[in-house]
C-alpha cells in the first residue's frame, strides 16, 4: 500500500462521474445529513484538512468475482437510499473506496446532485414532504452561525432565487463551470457582487474555485494487493472508530450484494430473530445463520473468507434458502425440546451437523414429536451432548465440520453417529471419552453453560416441555457461618461446606413447582414431608442418585462423595468408559 500524489476535488469527481471509483459491497449506506455535507465545504474553506482517503486498485480480472455500486449524487429520504449496482466491464482497473465513502459522497451530491429528506409535520407518503434540494454558498457575507464561518444551505430553487441585501445563492456546483480564476472574479463583476470595495463576494468564490479545481486537497493510500482477505481486513481496521465491525459483518454485505431476489440481511436477521424466540430462548447471531448456510449447502469452502462467499455460492444459498431456514428452525424447536436454552447452550455451532441431517432427510414436520423418530432423536441428542462436553467447537470450528460433513454424507436414514464419532477418533476433537475426562466432568460447577448437558444425562425421564430448575439440593442459604454454627460444626471444617455449595453433585433438576415448594428448606426435612412413604423415597433417590448415605446437613462431606460416585458410574455407563 503505498502513498500517491494528491489530486484536486474536481478530478475525484470526474472520476466519480466516469465510475472510475466505486464502492465494494462491503460499504454501508449513505448516512450523512444535509448540516454534515454544509461543514464539510466550510471545513474546505477554511484550510481544514479532511483526512487521507483509502483506496483498492481493482483490476479487471477482480471485477466479476463481487458485486460493486456507484457513487451517490442524489438522496431522497424515503425513495433512493441505496446505491445502485453497477456491472464492470472493459479491461480497465477501478478503484474501490474502503475510506472516505461518506466524504466523497458528500462531495459528490454537493457539486453534482441533490438532497431530499422529509419536512417536519408532513406526512411520509406524500411527496411534497421531500423537496429537492441543492447545495448553495451566500456569497452575500458570512454565515450567523458560530459553528460556520460561510454560510452553505441546501436550499430549493425557488428559495436560492431571492435576492436582497443580505443573500446571494451561489449554486455550489456551477463552480466546476469556471475554467480559471479570471472567469470567477468576472461573474463576480457581472453579478453585481463587486461594490464599494465589498469583496466578501468574490475572495470567498475565488477560495471555492481554489479548493474545488486547484487546490490538491484529496490525499490517498492506494491498496493493489488482489488478496480479498486482506482488502477486507484493511477494511473492518480503517473503519471500525466507535462502532464495531467484525468480519462476518462485511460477509453479510456481500452475500446481500450476491443475492438476486432476496434480500439477504433481511432474510437472515429474521431468521435469527425467529430462532432465539425458540423455547425459552436462544442466542444465535448471523454468523451461526452464514457458517451453517455454507454447511448445509454442501460447497467446498465453509471458512470465513472472502472466496467462500463468491457469486456462486451466495446464488446456491439464495436458491436452497427456504430449505436451510426450514431445516434451522427444525432443529432449534428440536433442542428446545431437550431443555436446551440461550442459558445451557454454551456452542452454537455444535447443532450445525443436526441441521445437516435434518436438511439431507427433507425436515420431517413430526420429527421432534413423531414415535418413529425416536431413534434419531436419541442419537442426536447424544452426540450434541458428547460434542458439548468435550468441547468439540471450542477455537476453530471448520476443523470439526469438515470431517462430520463428510462422514454424513450420505446418511439420510438415521443420523450417523456412529460415523461421526470414527471421524473424529484419534484427533483432538475425538468425542470419546475416558476416566480423565469424567474427572473433568465432575469438577463443573453451578452457573456453568456445560453443567445443565451433564444433569440432564442423569435426568432420561425428566420432561423438558414443562418448566423445571436448576436445584441446590441442600439449599444454599445454609452454606453461612451463621448456619454453620447454628449447626454446630467446627469453623476449622467451614470450608468443606462453603467451597462446595455449588458442586454437581450438590446440583439436581426439579419440575419448577416441586423447585418453589422446597425452597430453601433443609434437605432431609424436605424429603419427610414430600416423601413420607418409603417406596415413594426409594424412587425419588433413585430418580436423582442420591446415595443411601445420611442426609444431615452436618455430614454434607460424605454426601458428596457418595453422589460423586453415583454421578461418575452412570456417566460411565452412558459414555461407554469400561
Known amino acids: 500500500m503505498g502513498f500517491e500524489m494528491p489530486i484536486t476535488i474536481s478530478k475525484v469527481i470526474e472520476g466519480i462521474q466516469a465510475n472510475e471509483y466505486v464502492l465494494p459491497a462491503i460499504q454501508r449506506e449513505f448516512v450523512w445529513s ?16 479532511i483526512s487521507s482517503f483509502l483506496f483498492w486498485q481493482v483490476q479487471p480480472a477482480k471485477l466479476q468475482d463481487f458485486q460493486f455500486y456507484r457513487f451517490m449524487d442524489r438522496y431522497h429520504q424515503r425513495d433512493y437510499r441505496r446505491n445502485e449496482p453497477i456491472a464492470l466491464v472493459g479491461g480497465m482497473p477501478v478503484r474501490a473506496v474502503l ?53 452553505f444551505r441546501f436550499l430549493r430553487e425557488e428559495d436560492a432565487s431571492v435576492k436582497d441585501a443580505k443573500h446571494f445563492w451561489f449554486l455550489v456546483g456551477d463552480v466546476l463551470q469556471f475554467s ?20 466578501f463576494a468574490s475572495d470567498t468564490l475565488v477560495k471555492l474555485w481554489q479548493v474545488v479545481k486547484e487546490h490538491k486537497l484529496i490525499n490517498y493510500f492506494v491498496e493493489e494487493e488482489q488478496d480479498l482477505d486482506k482488502v477486507l481486513n484493511i477494511f473492518i481496521r480503517v473503519n471500525s472508530g466507535g462502532t464495531q465491525l467484525s468480519y462476518s ?63 456462486a455460492n451466495m446464488l446456491l ?14 432443529t432449534v424447536r428440536l433442542i428446545a425440546s431437550w431443555g436446551y436454552s440461550w442459558q445451557t447452550l454454551p456452542s452454537a455451532y455444535a447443532i450445525i451437523p443436526l ?26 441428542l447424544m452426540y450434541l451432548r458428547r460434542a458439548l462436553l468435550k468441547q468439540a467447537f471450542g477455537g476453530q470450528p471448520d476443523s470439526v465440520l469438515r470431517p462430520i460433513r463428510r462422514a454424513m454424507q450420505g446418511h439420510a436414514d438415521a443420523f450417523p453417529a456412529a460415523a461421526i464419532y470414527s471421524a473424529l477418533r484419534g484427533t483432538p476433537r475425538s468425542l470419546d471419552f475416558n476416566h480423565a ?38 439449599p444454599r442459604a445454609m452454606f453461612t457461618g451463621a448456619e454453620l454454627a447454628k449447626w454446630g460444626i467446627p469453623q476449622d471444617r467451614w470450608p468443606q461446606w462453603l467451597e462446595h455449595v455449588n ?12 423447585n418453589q415448594e422446597k425452597s430453601d428448606q433443609d434437605f432431609e426435612a424436605w424429603i419427610a414431608t414430600v416423601h413420607p412413604e418409603p417406596h415413594d423415597w426409594t424412587t425419588y433417590r433413585e430418580n436423582h442418585l442420591i446415595p443411601n448415605v445420611s442426609l444431615a446437613f452436618e455430614e454434607f462431606p460424605a454426601f458428596l462423595k457418595a453422589r460423586e460416585n453415583l454421578i461418575e458410574e452412570k456417566l460411565s455407563g452412558l459414555l461407554g468408559v469400561s
Open 437 to 474: 475426562d469424567l474427572e473433568g466432568l465432575l469438577a463443573y460447577r453451578y452457573g456453568q453453560g456445560y453443567t445443565f448437558t451433564i444433569l440432564s444425562m442423569l435426568y432420561p425421564w425428566l420432561k423438558y416441555d414443562q418448566y423445571f430448575h436448576m436445584d441446590h439440593i441442600f
Open 317 to 330: 444459498i439464495e436458491q436452497l434458502w427456504d430449505e436451510i431456514s426450514r431445516a434451522l428452525r427444525l
Open 503 to 514: 458442586d454437581l453433585a450438590n446440583l439436581q433438576l426439579l419440575q419448577g413447582i416441586p
Open 99 to 151: 475510506d472516505g465513502q461518506q466524504r466523497l459522497t458528500a462531495l459528490n451530491i454537493g457539486l453534482k446532485g441533490w438532497y431530499a429528506d422529509k419536512l417536519p409535520y408532513y406526512r411520509w407518503n406524500t411527496n411534497g414532504a421531500f423537496p429537492m434540494r441543492k447545495l448553495y454558498l451566500n456569497l452575500r457575507g458570512p454565515a450567523d452561525d458560530i459553528e460556520f464561518a460561510y454560510e
Open 34 to 49: 444535509t448540516e454534515q455535507i454544509e461543514k464539510l465545504f466550510d471545513s474546505l474553506l477554511r484550510g481544514y484538512p
Open 249 to 311: 459483518d462485511m460477509l453479510l454485505s456481500i452475500a446481500t450484494a450476491q443475492w438476486q431476489i432476496r434480500d439477504a440481511r433481511k432474510e437472515i436477521y429474521g431468521l435469527v430473530d425467529e430462532l432465539n424466540g425458540v423455547g425459552e430462548g436462544f442466542m444465535f447471531g448471523k454468523d451461526f445463520v452464514l457458517k451453517a448456510s455454507l454447511v448445509l449447502t454442501d460447497v467446498a469452502t465453509i471458512e470465513f473468507r472472502v472466496n467462500s462467499f463468491n457469486r
Open 180 to 199: 480559471d480564476m479570471p472567469k470567477v472574479f468576472n461573474y463576480c463583476v457581472q453579478s453585481g457582487l463587486v461594490q464599494d470595495g465589498n469583496t
Open 355 to 380: 441441521a445437516y441431517y435434518l436438511h439431507k432427510k427433507g425436515c420431517p414436520v413430526s420429527f421432534v414429536e413423531a414415535s418413529q423418530h425416536r431413534a434419531d432423536r436419541e442419537a442426536m
